[in-house]
């Protein structure tokens, strides 16, 4: 990182070295020997060694890191608290601290603790008043429009996922799910932006940002691990068309004031449009407003009105039926004529 240009890149993502401390090794009840953690770039002698690691590595992606960008670390119970001191003391503002929940964790063999079930993930701007990418919206659509929750039910990387090394072994011990990484990146970065990955294992950051289109650098400096990571992400077929894989927020979405609904057809005067309430109608007008009995304006002032509230969605309030009689929210129509005009609209 340090021979890189500064505030050359996006987004961060670090899996480092947890520093287990393992002693000895651990079996299952039935005698089987699990397969651990305990390669030498996760041992450190002491506490402040590691401390002193994670202090220079983080200072080395705080140069590289674009003012805008933010940076995305993970770690389990051993390690993660000592690198959110050292983020903190260098100053990076703390967004958020997201628990990823693993549907799928590994039991606790010696039965002496409850099973580890859980990481947590950190996200941290360079600073308070940093300008960050939040792609908020998407992050609601993929959860069934929903908002994000900072806790992620995500299985570990396991089955045809998890890569082999040539002895038929676990090629990285500590593999992430590439769903991980997926909401990770889509909700931090935009298309054609850089992710760096200073610790890439076998390459899920870069095999899931080539897949998204995103461009991405891996730092790695195990021979075996490279050559899984080449391999993995030489088969990744990228999407080629970068609108697939945006994730624009609504406010930046064409605005569809109501009225165009008529004039492109989609709706004619005299329509019926439905509330939620099975006695609330009204009908709708050549310019744009509707008129009940008492009453006429926007679709917002209209369902503000029925309701005696101070304010209404009114693409969410409002339904017209189909063909078939069922109800159809007119933001369903709003969102056909979106699609239809395409990117000429401002």
């Not at 004039?263 to 509330?275: F, R, W």
Request: hydrophobic share 40%.
């Amino acid at each position: 990182m340090e021979a890189m240009p500064e505030a050359s890149v996006d987004m961060v993502f670090a899996d480092p070295p947890y520093n287990l401390q393992l002693e000895g090794e651990l079996y299952r009840p039935n005698n089987t020997r699990v397969d651990a953690v305990d390669d030498a770039w996760d041992r450190f002698d002491s506490f402040a060694a590691y401390d002193d690691f994670t202090r220079r590595w983080l200072r080395a992606a705080r140069r590289v890191l674009k003012d805008s960008g933010t940076l995305w670390v993970i770690g389990s119970y051993h390690n993660i608290f000592r690198v959110g001191t050292a983020l903190q003391d260098l100053e990076f503002w703390i967004l958020n601290d997201v628990v990823w929940r693993k549907s799928n964790p590994m039991p606790n063999f010696r039965g002496r603790r409850f099973t580890n079930a859980h990481e947590t993930l950190i996200w941290a701007a360079k600073d308070k008043d940093t300008r960050y990418t939040f792609n908020y919206d998407a992050m609601k659509r993929l959860n069934d429009d929903l908002q994000m929750r900072s806790d992620w039910l995500i299985p570990i990387c396991s089955g045809s996922e998890r890569l082999k090394n040539t002895a038929g072994d676990k090629g990285h011990p500590t593999q992430k799910p590439e769903a991980l990484l997926h909401r990770v990146i889509m909700a931090a970065t935009k298309p054609g932006e850089t992710v760096l990955d200073p610790f890439f294992g076998s390459g899920t950051t870069g095999a899931v940002a080539k897949k998204l289109g995103r461009r991405f650098i891996g730092l790695e400096r195990d021979p075996a691990y490279i050559a899984l990571a080449e391999k993995r992400i030489a088969q990744v077929q990228p999407v080629k068309d970068l609108e697939l894989v945006d994730a624009p927020a609504k406010r930046q979405e064409p605005r569809i004031p109501f009225g165009w609904l008529i004039e492109h057809g989609l709706l004619e005067p005299g329509t019926v449009l439905y509330g939620p309430h099975k006695g609330w109608r009204a009908k709708v007008r050549a310019d744009g407003t509707l008129i009940t009995s008492d009453f006429k304006g926007s679709i917002h002032q209209v369902g503000a009105h029925l309701q005696g509230a101070p304010s209404c969605n009114g693409w969410s309030f409002w339904s017209v039926k189909s063909a078939d009689g069922k109800p159809v929210s007119i933001d369903v129509l709003r969102q056909k004529l979106r699609a239809n005009l395409g990117k000429t609209l401002n």
